[in-house]
């Protein structure tokens, strides 16, 4: 775990390096369960395929394993919207600083984070290279930016409204929609909705699209 700064306050985030300790920035935004194993695991998954990766925690450290409660960490986190953005923001500054990270970062938001993957490439037009949302933010217009974006959506979401996600269209953009699967279907800590086939898909076509020139 690491720290960094946004504005006067201090937040912490994990990273993760390579084992050739320097490559591509990748800034992974947790869904709204927190900063949890499940996101750390996948940070190092990340550094494995070469990325420098850097995964602020949004809750201080609190986690949730039910909805009710993450709906709770998420309700209060954004009371202070701003302040959740200038967090987003500090952790993009952290690893576009760190020595070990080279290029334009991508972003890689679940749910919860691919709100602000998206709302960091809005604020920030130049800062992100590629984008990758999970099942977030639905009917969204990326035509205009100037990053290269991936979706992954679930056919069967309460969450996210698959008829906007099927609309989606842009140039710079990339849509899959995986069938007979639910929110957080990527997720293996969550037996209810995790989809092993559809993981697999979804990480190999991330990895390629983070990959290629």
């Known amino acids: 775990m690491q720290t960094f700064t946004s504005g006067d306050k201090q937040h912490r985030g994990y990273l993760a390096l390579p084992p050739g300790g320097s490559g591509p920035g990748l800034l992974l935004l947790h869904a709204w369960w927190g900063l ?48 959740m953005q200038a967090l987003a923001e500090g952790a993009l500054a952290y690893l576009q600083a760190h020595p070990a990270a080279s290029g334009k970062p991508a972003a890689v938001g679940f749910s919860f984070g691919a709100a602000y993957a998206y709302v960091l490439d809005q604020a920030h037009p130049d ?4 984008v990758v949302l999970f099942y977030g933010m639905a009917g969204i217009d990326v035509s205009k930016s100037h990053a290269q974006y991936l979706a992954h959506f679930a056919e069967d979401d309460p969450y996210e409204s698959t008829e906007e996600a099927r609309a989606m269209n842009a140039p710079n953009l990339q849509v899959h929609i995986y069938p007979g699967t639910g929110h957080w279907f990527f997720e293996h800590n969550r037996p209810d909705a995790y989809d092993a086939e559809a993981a697999g898909l979804a990480w190999e076509r991330t990895l390629a699209f983070l990959k290629a020139a």
């Open 36 to 83: 949890t194993d499940f996101f750390t695991e996948l940070a190092d998954k990340f550094a494995a395929e070469g990325f420098v990766v850097f995964a602020p925690d949004f809750f201080a450290g609190a986690q949730a394993s039910e909805v009710a409660d993450a709906e709770k960490l998420v309700t209060a986190a954004e009371e202070d919207f701003p302040a």
């Open 127 to 130: 800062a992100l290279g590629k």
